[in-house]
């Protein structure tokens, strides 16, 4: 089972370049999330979907867009990249039905980018 | 706004020792609790799902619970093995809006043989 897979797993960006950061998942989920984690630090949620068509911000949006064209597929865009987005990127997925409390979120291996 | 705390931020214990590890959270109002396993390189594990409406949670040697009036989750891992040397991350669900987890920063757990 394929799960969540993000691609690439490993950049290098220069200042002000721009890059797409693909994240697709195979298990039919609704909900879809993209965090951030820092050396040392918890994640930080960026921007999350609840369904095709469908995005919101999280804590730390600035800087990144999102879009959600199909069910399986949650990219994450960088516009200009800044040294301060050097960071490892998890996309997650999850099935939220009416139970919440039931939840389990499901993450991918991770994008480590770095901006130089 | 809730806050997720882990102590200690690091460990280092001798195979074969029974640990916990320890959480706190600053609002009781939450979901569920989760415990995430994070290898080096790696990706995010779930290991445990304590619902709010639940008090602990087992699964092999581990065992997770939950005290919500007081904000607290530990993790006890039995008989602890080289292979359960990781970073664990413990996480809630806060109530009221959609299913955004809440970290703490992770203990660094290492077990030596």
């Known amino acids: 089972n394929a799960g969540v897979t993000q691609t690439p797993k490993f950049r290098i960006l220069k200042i002000g370049q721009s890059m797409t950061l693909q994240c697709t998942q195979d298990m039919n989920h609704n909900y879809m999330y993209w965090y951030r984690q820092d050396p040392g630090m918890g994640l930080k949620l960026i921007y999350y979907s609840v369904g095709a068509g469908i995005t919101d911000k999280g804590e730390v949006p600035n800087g990144y867009n999102v879009s959600r064209s199909t069910t399986e597929d949650f990219p994450l865009r960088l516009e200009l990249a800044a040294p301060s987005q050097t960071s490892v990127y998890f996309c997650a997925s999850s099935y939220q039905g009416h139970a919440l409390a039931k939840n389990i979120q499901y993450f991918g291996a991770g994008t480590r980018l770095s901006v130089l | 706004k809730q806050e997720v705390t882990q102590i200690p931020a690091a460990l280092s214990v001798p195979e074969g020792e029974n640990l916990v590890l320890n959480c706190s959270f600053t609002d009781s109002a939450i979901y569920n609790l989760q415990w995430f396993r994070q290898d080096p390189g790696k990706g995010l594990t779930s290991l445990l799902l304590?619902?709010?409406?639940?008090r602990e949670q087992t699964s092999g040697r581990l065992n997770a619970s939950l005290d919500k009036s007081s904000g607290r989750s530990t993790l006890y891992i039995a008989a602890s093995q080289p292979g359960d040397s990781a970073t664990y991350l413990c996480?809630?669900?806060?109530?009221?809006?959609?299913?955004?987890?809440?970290f703490g920063k992770g203990t660094k757990l290492t077990v030596n043989p």
């Open positions: 996480a809630v669900t806060p109530q009221g809006g959609s299913e955004k987890l809440v």
């Open positions: 304590i619902q709010s409406s639940q």
